[in-house]
Structures are given as C-alpha cells and as structure tokens.
C-alpha cells in the first residue's frame, strides 16, 4: 500500500489542486484510449442448450450440440486421444521448449527441464519399473506419495509409457488409508518423496509392498527399518538408470485404458477409489479449454504448482498445460513461501482455491481498514475496475491498477492473465475483488473426481458471481428431485446427475458404492443440489446427505461427528454444521438436563436449564468434553467443532426440528438456528 500513501501525500500536499487537475488529465485520457469490450463466447442470457423439455430439464453445453443423441466430446484431434500422445505433442508444438521448472532454495532463480528430456526421463523411469519386476498394461498398479515436483510427472508420464495405472497417496488420508490403497491395488512398488512419508508408510505397510522408490536421501535408520520388514529401497535416479539400460520398448495406452485410480475420502468408510481412463481426462480438458475460448493455456504460458497433484484439479491443469506446450513451476513445498514463488516464477496461469484467495481479500480489508481516506481510494478504485468488467474490459494498466492494486498483482508475479477457481464455492465479494485487483481472467468451476474436475465452467464476460456457468462439452446435466429435502426438478432444483464422456468407470474393486452412484441410464448422481438461473447457468445451494466442503476442500460428514459428541455425558442432542465458505465448524447443542444441573449444584452454581446455557463455564465444560471425545475418536482438527450454542429446548416432532422416526431435520434446523449460527462465525472471525 506504499503507493496508496504516497498518492494521499500528494494530492494532500500544498501542490493538490495540480495533482488534482493531473487525475482529471488522467481521467480524460483514460476515456480517450480506454480498451475495446471483449464479446462473450455466446449470449450470457442463454448459456445452456435445454435438451429435453419436462421433468428431466437436461441442459447441454453450447459446445455439444450433438449430445442429445448422446455425443459428447472426447478428443480434438485423432492424434491426441490419450495424455501418452497429448505430451509429445505439447513437446512438438513447443518446439522442445521449457517444460517442469523447480528452485533448490527460496534465493534461486528456477531451472528447467525441456520436453525432451522430460520424455527421455520418464521413459527410462517406466522402463526401469519394468525392470524392477512390474509387468506393463492394466494389471500393475503404481503409488505415488509426493508433494508437487517434477520427479512426479516423470512417474506419471513413465507409467503411461507403459499402460501402468499411477494411484496418488496423499497425507489427509492417514496412514490407515494410504495402506488400505496399496494392499487394495495390490501395488508392490511405491515411490515415495523423503525420510518421513517413507516412515508413515512402514508404520502400516502391508504384506504386498515390496519395493520403495525414494527421491530425496533417506536416513540410515529409515533404511534398515524397511529392510527389517522385508522391503528394498530404491532411489529415483537409480531406476532411471536402470530403465535406460534395459530400454524396454514402450506399451502405448487406449483411451479406454485407465490412466489413474484416484482415491477420495469423501464419505464414510474405507476410501473410494475413482477408475479414470485417459478418454475421461482429456474429455475434460479440452471441454474446458473450448469453454476458455482465446483465454485458453498456450504455447508460452507458465503455470505455477502448488495445488495437490494427488487431487484431479491440479492434475487436469498441468495435463492442460503439457497438451499445448506449455511450462509447469513447482513451488517450493512451503505454502507460507508461494509469494516467493510466484513473485519468482512470474506465471501466467495459476489454479487456485477459495481459502487462498479469501485470505488476499482478508489482508487487504485489514491494511486498508485503519484509514478512511485508504478505504474511499480502494472502494473508487474497485467501483472503476467493476464497471470495466461490466463492460467486458479486463486488464491491469489502468490508473488504479498503477496507483491501488500494483502490490497485489506483483505478488501473484505481475503477469497473471488467467486464473481457474475450484474446489470449493468463492464468495461473490471476494470473486469481484479478485477480478479487478488482477485484472486477469478469473472463472469457476464445479465438479467432482468422479467426472475428472470440472463439469460446468463460466465463461469470460459472465460478470455475475455465486454461480459455477454452464455445462462444459463434455457433459449433460439434469436435476432429480429430492422430496426429503423439499427440492423439486420442476421448480428448477434437485440433485446434480450427470452423464457423458468424462465419467469414471466406477469405484475400484467396490460394485455396491459404484451402483449407488451411477443408475442404470448413466447418469451419475453426485449428491449436490442445485438450481437452474434463467440464463442457463448452475448454482450449487445445498448438499444431499449433508456432506459438505470447507473452504479448504476437507469433507465433513456431520453425523460422524455428531455419533461421536452425542457419547458425552452432558450431550443430549447435537447438531453439526458447516458451511463452503468457511473453514470449521460449530455446533448447535441441547444439553442432557440431568447431568448438567446435578454438576451445576455440585459446583454451587444457580439457575434453570435455560440460565444454565448462557453461563461460559458450563459452556467451557461441554465443549471440552467434546473435544476430548473427539481426539480419542480419532477425529481431525477440521472435524472438530470450534464453538457451540446451547440450546435448552429439544429437537422435536412438535418443533418440526425431528421426522416421525426422529431424524434431525437438517435444512431446518440451520434455518431455525440460523442467527445463532452466524453469531458464532462471527466471533471464530
């Protein structure tokens, strides 16, 4: 903000009425030479094809005109049906240019590897896993646990040299998951980042893991442990020069081949692991890149990597970027130093998740919120760069670019020019906010890994926020009603089901989950509800078995939750909840009114049950008690709650807060509560 000081000193300064007359110069010359209005792909007031009319309501993508008659698109061109073929393209259309970028230290500049070399390098990794025992083609299963890297998209590209199916492990999963993964794929071989993923895995290893391939040095102590337990090690550039030896020659995939089993923790139980092929994957990238239209990845963007390549976001994008010759720079593996990569990295096309760009907003709002002078130039400055958008305008050399926003967009790198949002809902405040300050293209997206990543994306010139945009080629949707939760097709809600060529194949070695998510037509049946806005585009209001995302992407299943607090001795009721854009959770709770009044004398404290509930201590009591049971349960500390409001009333037919069978009736019990429920957010704010 030291521009934002240095302005207010001159036009406060003995020379105002000169700096004044240079804003008004500015002024006119800005409407003079003001940028042309870019037009939208199609009408914003007609976004989606209605398929079918009556209760299904199918809408399909202006990009897939044919999918009534169940055509979607899988593939541009001939040549480019499997992520195999679409990075040897982007090799050739780069003419062999820059292709995985990394730093060794948070003071160096990053390096590069071309294509080439990148191909050469994963080939002898691939070939080197042939070496080590593994058979090439869709029997053979390979591990991987890293953070971000380019020895990752070595792996990947080796296994896809060879047919081999690559199953990411990530550390949200725990070590009871990422075993349960590799003793269902049956995989014996893992390649695992450094000393301390290697240990998380020995502490549960199963019976058919035989080998590690380990990229960073392990410790002395880390080798003889694994060989204690029947297990070789084996370091990355070792098998890479083995695979070179051997020079296996290579085993091209299908597009009907499953490229990745990508495990989701999402619900309740042991991981459901999402069978990929290469048709889903490259379905789903080039329909988004058809929906970006000329603000699509090229030849000469760099992205940076940052977001999980264990999550099919992430993977999308950088396969996104390969397909056109494009660059992919690691961040350094500390999300507190990614300005530091970014303002090394310069990219120019950056994934993102709300809980970063809510925290850009947050830090703004607080650097400006001590002066009001600073507030009126920032709410100036955001009314101009709004009306810019309104009018189709986007850029980042304007006047209050120069003079408000400049610190902002250098410490995404200064040349930002597109940004895809997902994982989570972003707030329309912070969506606008975001647009103007970068004055880059900034679209959403929803989808699931079940469909790849995105199955709606909005387009360039859509101004409007709290939707996710229209289908995307590669999918239709319909909405199916959900009577329980009073959401109804033909009021233009009910659940989202979707069909077409980005769907999985189903849940590995698991028919009943895969049945009770794909129906006999096709159509798979996400869970989320959504309502249809009359131009055609998707919002997503609500979630079908109440499970939802925080702000970070972590799911929570509330009645997991509430099994576990509803132990406590002080607990009569309780009711979980959470919301998208937030990043925890509270609780709404009706205390066990014997327990509570008996501790209350005994620690000579008056009152009803009513007076009770407003007392902290007897707050303070429950909510530890809860906390307690939920540690020794095992829960995570985003599925534990943060604050709770008691309530001195049951849940109850009578109140309308219990079905006949006494189930929690959860959309209204969040609306009977809602003031409650916001007063806490605000406070945890």
């Given at each position: 903000m030291d521009d934002m000081d240095n302005y207010l000193q001159y036009v406060g300064g003995p020379t105002g009425a000169i700096a004044l007359t240079g804003v008004a110069a500015a002024s006119a010359y800005y409407l003079a030479t003001r940028p042309a209005s870019e037009s939208p792909l199609f009408p914003l007031d007609e976004q989606t094809i209605l398929e079918k009319e009556g209760p299904d309501q199918i809408h399909v993508s202006r990009f897939s005109k044919d999918a009534k008659d169940g055509k979607f698109v899988s593939y541009l061109t001939e040549d480019c049906q499997t992520l195999y073929q679409t990075f040897r393209h982007g090799a050739y259309e780069s003419n062999n240019g820059q292709c995985l970028g990394w730093r060794d230290s948070l003071s160096s500049p990053y390096q590069w590897m071309n294509y080439n070399e990148a191909l050469l390098r994963a080939k002898n990794f691939g070939s080197g896993l042939l070496a080590l025992g593994l058979e090439p083609g869709q029997k053979t299963f390979v591990c991987i646990y890293s953070q971000n890297r380019p020895e990752w998209v070595l792996c990947e590209q080796g296994?896809?040299?060879?047919?081999?199916?690559?199953?990411?492990?990530?550390?949200?999963?725990?070590?009871?998951?990422?075993?349960?993964?590799?003793?269902?794929?049956?995989?014996?071989?893992?390649?695992?980042?450094?000393?301390?993923?290697?240990?998380?895995?020995?502490?549960?290893?199963?019976?058919?893991?035989?080998?590690?391939?380990?990229?960073?040095?392990?410790?002395?102590?880390?080798?003889?442990?694994?060989?204690?337990?029947?297990?070789?090690?084996?370091?990355?550039?070792?098998?890479?020069?083995?695979?070179?030896?051997?020079?296996?020659?290579?085993?091209?995939?299908?597009?009907?081949?499953?490229c990745t089993i990508c495990y989701t923790s999402g619900t309740t139980g042991n991981p459901k692991g999402v069978m990929l092929t290469h048709k889903n994957v490259l379905a789903c990238i080039v329909c988004v890149n058809m929906q970006l239209g000329e603000h699509k990845p090229r030849v000469g963007d760099v992205?940076?990597?940052?977001?999980?390549?264990?999550?099919?976001?992430?993977?999308?994008?950088?396969?996104?970027?390969?397909?056109?010759?494009?660059?992919?720079?690691?961040?350094?593996?500390?999300?507190?130093?990614?300005?530091?990569?970014?303002?090394?990295?310069?990219?120019?096309?950056?994934?993102?998740?709300?809980?970063?760009?809510?925290?850009?907003?947050?830090?703004?709002?607080?650097?400006?919120?001590?002066?009001?002078?600073?507030?009126?130039?920032?709410?100036?400055?955001?009314?101009?760069?709004?009306?810019?958008?309104?009018?189709?305008?986007?850029?980042?050399?304007?006047?209050?670019?120069?003079?408000?926003?400049?610190?902002?967009?250098?410490?995404?790198?200064?040349?930002?020019?597109?940004?895809?949002?997902?994982?989570?809902?972003?707030?329309?405040?912070?969506?606008?906010?975001?647009?103007?300050?970068?004055?880059?293209?900034?679209?959403?997206?929803?989808?699931?890994?079940?469909?790849?990543?995105?199955?709606?994306?909005?387009?360039?010139?859509?101004?409007?926020?709290?939707?996710?945009?229209?289908?995307?080629?590669?999918?239709?949707?319909?909405?199916?009603?959900?009577?329980?939760?009073?959401?109804?097709?033909?009021?233009?809600?009910?659940?989202?089901?979707?069909?077409?060529?980005?769907?999985?194949?189903?849940?590995?070695?698991?028919?009943?989950?895969?049945?009770?998510?794909?129906?006999?037509?096709?159509?798979?049946?996400?869970?989320?509800?959504?309502?249809?806005?009359?131009?055609?585009?998707?919002?997503?209001?609500?979630?079908?078995?109440?499970?939802?995302?925080?702000?970070?992407?972590?799911?929570?299943?509330?009645?997991?939750i509430e099994n576990i607090y509803i132990n406590s001795q002080y607990v009569e009721q309780v009711f979980v909840h959470g919301e998208s854009l937030k990043s925890c959770i509270v609780a709404i709770v009706v205390p066990d009114v014997e327990t509570i009044k008996a501790w209350a004398s005994a620690n000579n404290i008056p009152g009803t049950l009513t007076v009770l509930c407003n007392n902290p201590e007897v707050k303070h009591l429950i909510l530890s008690d809860m906390i307690s049971l939920g540690k020794d349960a095992g829960l995570k500390s985003f599925e534990q709650v943060k604050d709770i409001y008691l309530h001195p009333d049951p849940f109850s037919i009578q109140n309308q807060l219990l079905t006949p069978t006494f189930k929690s009736r959860r959309p209204q019990i969040r609306s009977y509560f809602k003031p409650q429920l916001d007063d806490m957010y605000k406070m945890l704010d």
């Open positions: 296994c896809y040299d060879y047919s081999l199916i690559l199953v990411p492990l990530y550390d949200t999963l725990g070590p009871d998951a990422c075993a349960f993964i590799v003793n269902q794929t049956e995989s014996t071989v893992v390649v695992v980042e450094d000393d301390k993923k290697v240990n998380l895995l020995l502490d549960k290893a199963p019976k058919n893991l035989k080998k590690l391939i380990v990229i960073k040095p392990l410790r002395p102590a880390t080798v003889q442990r694994a060989k204690n337990r029947g297990i070789d090690i084996h370091s990355f550039e070792e098998v890479e020069k083995l695979g070179a030896s051997k020079g296996f020659p290579e085993v091209p995939p299908k597009p009907s081949d499953i992205m940076i990597s940052f977001l999980p390549l264990a999550h099919m976001l992430e993977r999308a994008c950088e396969n996104s970027m390969f397909y056109v010759g494009g660059s992919v720079g690691y961040y350094s593996g500390d999300i507190k130093e990614l300005t530091n990569d970014l303002k090394a990295l310069k990219p120019t096309v950056m994934p993102a998740v709300p809980r970063l760009l809510n925290r850009v907003y947050d830090k703004i709002q607080n650097e400006i919120s001590s002066s009001p002078i600073k507030r009126m130039l920032f709410r100036m400055a955001l009314n101009s760069k709004e009306a810019e958008i309104r009018r189709g305008v986007i850029r980042r050399n304007s006047l209050w670019d120069k003079l408000v926003f400049r610190k902002v967009q250098e410490a995404f790198g200064g040349r930002l020019r597109l940004m895809v949002v997902g994982s989570a809902p972003l707030a329309g405040n912070v969506l606008t906010f975001v647009r103007c300050a970068l004055g880059c293209i900034v679209v959403e997206g929803y989808g699931q890994t079940e469909c790849v990543a995105a199955v709606t994306l909005t387009i360039q010139g859509d101004y409007m926020v709290e939707h996710v945009g229209p289908p995307i080629g590669c999918a239709c949707i319909k909405l199916v009603d959900v009577p329980e939760m009073e959401y109804y097709a033909a009021n233009q809600q009910g659940e989202v089901c979707i069909k077409g060529s980005c769907v999985f194949q189903g849940y590995y070695r698991d028919p009943e989950r895969t049945m009770q998510t794909i129906d006999s037509q096709g159509w798979h049946h996400t869970g989320d509800i959504g309502q249809w806005l009359s131009n055609g585009t998707l919002k997503i209001i609500d979630r079908k078995k109440h499970i939802f995302k925080l702000s970070q992407g972590e799911y929570i299943v509330p009645e997991k």
